[in-house]
């Protein structure tokens, strides 16, 4: 089913949550801190989604994410961030740092495995895929890399999804609410502007190849199709 790790400093709400995971049929290994979920990373355990709050000891959430986003052997972990923030600034910018998901707290336990299973749904689909090339724009999922003109483009979690969601259908035109849907799962509630902004930053650093990112006024984006 998936080993997930769960980064929690409160006692009460981490046995819960390692509790229902378990009953779901998933193998769950639970730390109060980020520096022993470092550890435990270090150490060679084999992990396939990572819950991590923002609010820490020590190592902050936020931090935690950036640093297994940045890491050559951790960075493809997909990370939901569980936390009792709940103002946009803070949504954005733990998905800036690099989470697939952002789940408020309280919340639904049936909604927090819905996440889960659309984390882990997404993993083999992108351990498989081949590189996919158009023009200067090469796009590998299973490194999680982008090169233009065979330069490396250091991107985000969240503009790397976007980027492979819409190059997967040149042509097909995504709404904001689609692509919220599909990069962060239902139930989050993250505005159409914070797509705009994700997308401008994502043609920016693509820079030549940022025209291949094109903006279907009114309705959302598409990738550039007949190449």
Do not use: C
Not at 168 to 185: E, K
């Amino acid at each position: 089913m998936g080993k997930i790790l769960i980064i929690e400093d409160e006692k009460d709400i981490r046995e819960l949550m390692k509790f229902q995971l378990n009953s779901s049929g998933y193998q769950v290994t639970d730390v109060e801190s980020a520096d022993k979920a470092i550890e435990l990373l270090e150490s060679g355990s084999k992990v396939d989604l990572i819950l991590v709050d923002w609010m820490l000891p020590g190592i902050s959430g936020i931090e935690f994410t950036r640093r297994i986003k940045g890491h050559k052997t951790f960075k493809s972990i997909p990370i939901i961030m569980v936390t009792a923030l709940t103002q946009p600034e803070n949504i954005v910018t733990g998905l800036d740092a690099g989470a697939q998901d952002y789940l408020t707290k309280p919340f639904d336990l049936d909604v927090l495995l819905a996440r889960v299973r659309v984390q882990l749904r997404a993993v083999p689909t992108i351990k498989e895929s081949k590189p996919i090339s158009f023009d200067e724009l090469e796009i590998d999922l299973a490194k999680v890399k982008v090169l233009v003109s065979g330069e490396e483009v250091s991107l985000t979690s969240t503009e790397f999804k976007i980027l492979s969601i819409i190059s997967a259908r040149p042509g097909h035109v995504f709404t904001r609410t689609q692509l919220i849907s599909q990069i962060q799962g239902e139930n989050i509630h993250v505005t159409g502007r914070t797509i705009d902004t994700h997308i401008a930053g994502l043609r920016k650093k693509l820079s030549s190849a940022g025209r291949l990112v094109e903006t279907i006024r009114g309705i959302g984006y598409r990738f550039k199709d007949g190449l």
